[in-house]
C-alpha cells in the first residue's frame, strides 16, 4: 500500500520534482495548505496550523509523513505538526536555533572560529555597534530570501537601511515571535525577540553551499554547490553542481559542517550551509545555516546524480536514511540561472507554458520556470532581494560548463521579455 506523504506548500515546480524519485510507486503526495496561504499572505502561524490539522484529520486514511522545503513559516511548521502526529522531524528548538540568525551565530560561536563578526543591533542606534567596521550588512534576525539585508559602507547607509528594517522586520518577525515563545531561549534571544536587527561584518571570497541530512545523529553531507554573483552585484547569478573548489577546502567546510549541526542538535532533517572561502587568505567564513534541504538545487542534484535532493528530504519523513547515488545523473555539471533586471519596471511581454514547452525542447537539459508574468510591476513580487528583479530561472544540464552557459544562453534569446521603465517602487 502506498504511503502518504504531505507536502506543505506543494506546488507544480515540486510535484514535478517529486514525481522523478525513485520507487514512485511507493508514496502519494498531498498538498498540505498552498504556498500563496503560507507564504504570500499574511502570517498567522496559530491559524495556519489549525487548518493544516484540520485537512489532515480529515484525511481518510494514515498520514505516513509531513514535510516541506520552504522557509518560514513551513520550517518551523513541519516539526510541531510531526511531533503531534508522532512523525519522524527535527525538534522544533534546533530549527528555531537556526532560523533565528542571533542565536544560531551564539551557537556557533561555542564551536566554530569561521565566523564574521557580528552583533544585535539596538532598533534606534544611528552607528554601529562597538567593535565593527565598514563595510558590513543589516539584516533582520528573521527573514527570507535575502529580503530586507543592506550592504551598508558609512554611517548614512546605515542609518538608512536600520529604518528600513524596522520598518519592515515586523512582517516576518512578528509571526515568528509566536514560534520562538514555543521554545525556551536564552535571555538575550528572548530579548531580542523576533523583530531585532544583526550587524554582519562583509567577508569576501567565493561563495558556496553545503547540502546534507543528519539520521539518527549521523550528519552527512552529499554535494557542495557554487554560488556565482552577478559583476558588482550581490544578487545571484547562477548555482552551479559540482563545486570547483580544491577539495582540501570543501573537507575543511565539510568539518566545520559537522561540528556547527550537531552543536545546534539537528537530527532527522536536512541542511544546508552557506560559506565563503577567500582564495588569497584561505580563510573560510560560514554565512547562515538552513534547517531544510535547497529545493533551488534540486534539479542540480537530478542531472548531476540521477537523483533530486528531495529524495533525501522524504527518506528522513519516513524516519529511513536516504539512498544517493553520486555521478548517476545525465549531465556531468549542472545550474541554476537567475535572470534579472536591476530597475523596477511593468512587465509588457512574458511567455507562456506552451512557448517555455517549445524552447525546453529544442534545448534538451533544460527547464525554464518564469517568474515575473505580462502586468507584474517588478518591485511588487514576492520574494525579491534587495537590489534586483528576478524574471526567470532556467536550470541545465551540461557536458562542460561552456555547454552550460551556451544552453543558457540560448534559453534567453528564445524567451524575451518586453519591460516598460518605470520609477523608484514605492515599496522598496
Not at 520550517?75 to 525538534?91: D, F, H, N, Q, R
Not at 534606534?124 to 527573514?143: F, H, I, N, Q, R
Not at 534547517?291 to 535532493?309: C, I, M, W
Amino acid at each position: 500500500m502506498a504511503e502518504n506523504i504531505f507536502v506543505l506548500g506543494l506546488d507544480e515546480h515540486n510535484r514535478e520534482t517529486l514525481g522523478s524519485l525513485p520507487h514512485l510507486s511507493r508514496y502519494r503526495f498531498h498538498g498540505l495548505l498552498t504556498i500563496e496561504e503560507l507564504q504570500h499572505e499574511d502570517i498567522d502561524v496559530p491559524a495556519l496550523l489549525e487548518r493544516a490539522r484540520a485537512q489532515l484529520e480529515a484525511f481518510d486514511g494514515t498520514v505516513d509523513a509531513i514535510m516541506g522545503y520552504w522557509d518560514f513559516p513551513v520550517s518551523s511548521m513541519v516539526p510541531i505538526l510531526c511531533e503531534e502526529y508522532g512523525l519522524p522531524s527535527a525538534s522544533l528548538e534546533s530549527v528555531v536555533k537556526c532560523e533565528h540568525k542571533y542565536w544560531s551565530r551564539l551557537e556557533q560561536r561555542e564551536v566554530i572560529d569561521e565566523l564574521p563578526g557580528f552583533a544585535e543591533v539596538a532598533q534606534d542606534a544611528t552607528e554601529p555597534p562597538a567593535g565593527l567596521s565598514y563595510p558590513m550588512w543589516l539584516k533582520p534576525v528573521k527573514s527570507f530570501s535575502s529580503e530586507l539585508a543592506f550592504r551598508v559602507t558609512d554611517d548614512e547607509e546605515f542609518r538608512s537601511a536600520l529604518a528600513e528594517i524596522n520598518e519592515g522586520a515586523g512582517r516576518i518577525g512578528e509571526p515568528f515571535e509566536y514560534v520562538l515563545g514555543r521554545v525556551n531561549p536564552p535571555a538575550a534571544i528572548a530579548e531580542a525577540g523576533g523583530t531585532a536587527c544583526l550587524a554582519e561584518e562583509e567577508v569576501g571570497g567565493r561563495q558556496v553551499t553545503v547540502e546534507g541530512y543528519v539520521h539518527e545523529g549521523e550528519v552527512v553531507v552529499y554535494g557542495v554547490v557554487d554560488s556565482l554573483l552577478y559583476p558588482d552585484s550581490p544578487s545571484f547569478l547562477r548555482y552551479q553542481y559540482p563545486s570547483r573548489l580544491p577539495g582540501h577546502v570543501t573537507e575543511r567546510l565539510t568539518t566545520v559542517s559537522r561540528r556547527v549541526v550537531e552543536r545546534l542538535g539537528l537530527d532527522s532533517v536536512t541542511f544546508n550551509i552557506e560559506f565563503f572561502w577567500d582564495p588569497e587568505t584561505d580563510r573560510i567564513r560560514l554565512l547562515e545555516v538552513n534547517p531544510r534541504h535547497s529545493q533551488s538545487h534540486a534539479k542540480l542534484f537530478e542531472y548531476v546524480d540521477g537523483t533530486p535532493n528531495h529524495e533525501c528530504a522524504l527518506s528522513l519523513a519516513l524516519g529511513r536514511s536516504p539512498e544517493l547515488s553520486p555521478g548517476d545523473g545525465e549531465y556531468a555539471v549542472a545550474a541554476k540561472w537567475f535572470l534579472r533586471r536591476f530597475e523596477d519596471g511593468v512587465v509588457r511581454r512574458a511567455h507562456g507554458p506552451e512557448d517555455v514547452a517549445r524552447v525546453e525542447r529544442e534545448i534538451p537539459g533544460t527547464t525554464v520556470k518564469v517568474v515575473a508574468h505580462e502586468g507584474d510591476r517588478l518591485s511588487r513580487l514576492p520574494g525579491q532581494d534587495s537590489y534586483s528583479y528576478e524574471l526567470a530561472q532556467v536550470f541545465v544540464g551540461a557536458r562542460d560548463e561552456e555547454e552550460l552557459k551556451d544552453k543558457y544562453d540560448r534559453c534567453v534569446a528564445a524567451l524575451p521579455f518586453e519591460i516598460d521603465t518605470v520609477g523608484d517602487a514605492e515599496d522598496r
